[in-house]
């Protein structure tokens, strides 16, 4: 297993213990709140990592093409599905962006029968970095980031929209017609 590869199975490796001490005494203790943000860091922090490395050392590999997503959704949905315990967030948004997920992780298995690689969109790699911001400033939980925190929120769930109309107005064929 590639350098690559070995990043992304760690961030599927991170996520139980992100949620564990995120979600350890209801969210209320500090020190583990801390803990879950470093790992959510790290982890965030392996996803850049990995792609930029597969890349540059042509490291490419059909298991990284696999997973490297599906880790992304885990760690993200995850978090959100915690931050909805913690009463953070609520439902519905959480519900509307793992349903853009499906959505899109759908459209991609239809291309991928009909041999066609849909590639993530820059609205896409910008809801990401949001949804991750997001994460990042609602675990801090931080009276005096508020406002910065809501900004952040609600831009990554229009992000989330905006990316779904994008996937689905570029690709809408792939349904239609079995191509592009």
Known sequence: MNLPNKLTTL???????????????????RTFRIISLVIFIVASLTDLLDGKIARKYNLVTNF??????????????????????????PAW??????????????????????????????????????????????????????????LFVWAAFALTLISLVDYIAKNYKILTEGSI
């Open 11 to 29: 961030r599927v490796i991170l996520i139980p213990f992100f949620v564990f001490f995120l979600l350890w005494q209801g969210g209320e203790n």
């Open 64 to 89: 990284g093409k696999f997973m490297d997503p599906l880790a992304d959704k885990l760690l993200v949905c995850s978090a959100l599905i915690c931050l909805i315990e913690l009463n953070q967030l």
């Open 93 to 150: 948004m959480v519900i509307v962006i793992i349903s853009r997920e499906f959505i899109i992780s759908g459209f991609r298995l239809v291309a991928s029968d009909n041999g066609v690689v849909i590639a993530a969109s820059y609205w896409g790699k910008f809801k990401t970095t949001f949804q991750m911001f997001a994460v990042i400033l609602l675990i801090l939980d931080m009276p005096a980031l508020s406002v910065l925190t809501t």
